[in-house]
T-cell receptor, first 109, second 114 residues
Framework: GQNIDQPTEMTATEGAIVQINCTYQTSGFNGLFWYQQHAGEAPTFLSYNVLDGLEEKGRFSSFLSRSKGYSYLLLKELQMKDSASYLCAVLDSNYQLIWGAGTKLIIKP | EADIYQTPRYLVIGTGKKITLECSQTMGHDKMYWYQQDPGMELHLIHYSYGVNSTEKGDLSSESTVSRIRTEHFPLTLESARPSHTSQYLC?????????????FGEGSRLTVL
């Protein structure tokens, strides 16, 4: 079966750095996505990785290792507004998105 | 900013009622999707469409139907609502010629079935 694992919840301090991990086992791979979802709102796109390595976009970076079936989302200079759930999703061989359950990130002052 | 709209945002309805959740997008996207999401859980694909007159079933399609008569409109219908249908329903769209999977989501329809 297809499976995406990410921690259920993480806590970090305002101004700090946090890394949210995602491991996946899917039938084929056509890219990995990170979405941000604030409570009660719709997910919004953060990043897309299809090749190994680090993609940086402002305070957020996303890393992919296809051989390890592993990705992480790195958030720097955390702000209170970064409190949200972060969803990892993989595009499989049929170009269907397989979603993780999300990691709820709690930012403390 | 994405232009995809869902109505109603909130709905409370009795068991056995027929309901239609509306979704419209003004971006001209060919691909559209319906997802169901319970709190703290992953998104489950209900139905999707590649374009006009195209509809495909996802994982949770057995108790609902969709139609795609116009590019911009992708309504979801539950013929007979049950308490197990209580959930948030998210509509999304993406450009067909880019299989990168970047989805634009509507704000969701939160359904409660009594």
């Amino acid at each position: 079966g297809q499976n995406i694992d990410q921690p259920t919840e993480m806590t970090a301090t305002e101004g700090a750095i946090v890394q949210i991990n995602c491991t996946y086992q899917t039938s084929g791979f056509n890219g990995l996505f990170w979405y941000q979802q604030h409570a009660g709102e719709a997910p919004t796109f953060l990043s897309y990785n299809v090749l190994d390595g680090l993609e940086e976009k402002g305070r957020f970076s996303s890393f992919l290792s296809r051989s390890k079936g592993y990705s992480y989302l790195l958030l720097k200079e955390l702000q209170m507004k970064d409190s949200a759930s972060y969803l990892c999703a993989v595009l499989d061989s049929n170009y269907q998105l397989i979603w993780g359950a999300g990691t709820k990130l709690i930012i403390k002052p | 900013e994405a232009d995809i709209y869902q109505t109603p945002r909130y709905l409370v309805i009795g068991t056995g009622k027929k309901i239609t959740l509306e979704c419209s997008q003004t971006m001209g996207h060919d691909k559209m999707y319906w997802y169901q999401q319970d709190p703290g859980m992953e998104l489950h694909l209900i139905h999707y469409s590649y374009g006009v007159n195209s509809t495909e079933k996802g994982d949770l399609s057995s108790e609902s139907t969709v139609s795609r008569i116009r590019t911009e409109h992708f309504p979801l219908t539950l013929e007979s609502a049950r308490p197990s249908h209580t959930s948030q329903y998210l509509c999304a769209s993406s450009e067909r010629d880019r299989d990168t999977g970047e989805l634009f989501f509507g704000e969701g329809s939160r359904l409660t079935v009594l």
